[in-house]
């Protein structure tokens, strides 16, 4: 199975009374999803299921793939680690799925994953975290594949 864990780009300061599911990308954020989008484009496996958090930011970013996703309340703004991997149905799920989520849920994610405890990293606004699970030697493997910031596309 492969894990994408995709953080929005980057979204307009919440203005007094807005609620945080309604801000928007920047003219910033917009290009750093279209930039993400296209390095991601020729390589996502064919049917990645991808999953993206209510908030408007989150769609917005999965939007610049071009590409059918799901809107899960699982993955939205307060979600724990738990709640991720419940949603993604890591390790077991066939195949890939890409969440489109947010801080600080998707460092704590990407920690659990490679450290196996929760720690406060940081995925960039617009980046990505490409996990893979293998098996060797009868031992499941947790396996970063790719880490890559919008800056870097440039």
């Not at 930039?35 to 408007?56: C, G």
């Not at 724990?80 to 149905?89: I, K, P, R, S």
Request: glycine share 10%.
């Amino acid at each position: 199975m492969d894990l994408i864990l995709w953080r929005h780009a980057e979204a307009e300061d919440g203005a007094p009374g807005m609620p945080d599911g309604k801000r928007r990308l920047t003219a910033r954020g917009e290009k750093q999803a279209h930039d993400m989008a296209k390095w991601l484009q020729p390589r996502l496996p064919k049917k990645t299921k991808i999953l993206v958090s209510p908030a408007v930011r989150t769609q917005q970013t999965a939007h610049a793939l071009a590409l059918p996703f799901e809107v899960e309340p699982r993955i939205g703004v307060g979600a724990d680690t738990a709640d991720l991997l419940g949603a993604a149905d890591w390790p077991t799920q066939s195949g890939a799925v890409m969440l489109v989520g947010h801080q600080p849920t998707l460092g704590r994610l990407a920690a659990l994953l490679l450290s196996g405890g929760e720690a406060d990293w940081s995925v960039k606004k617009g980046g990505i975290w490409w996990f893979s699970k293998r098996s060797r030697e009868g031992r499941d493997q947790t396996v970063l594949r790719a880490v890559i910031n919008p800056e870097l596309l440039r």
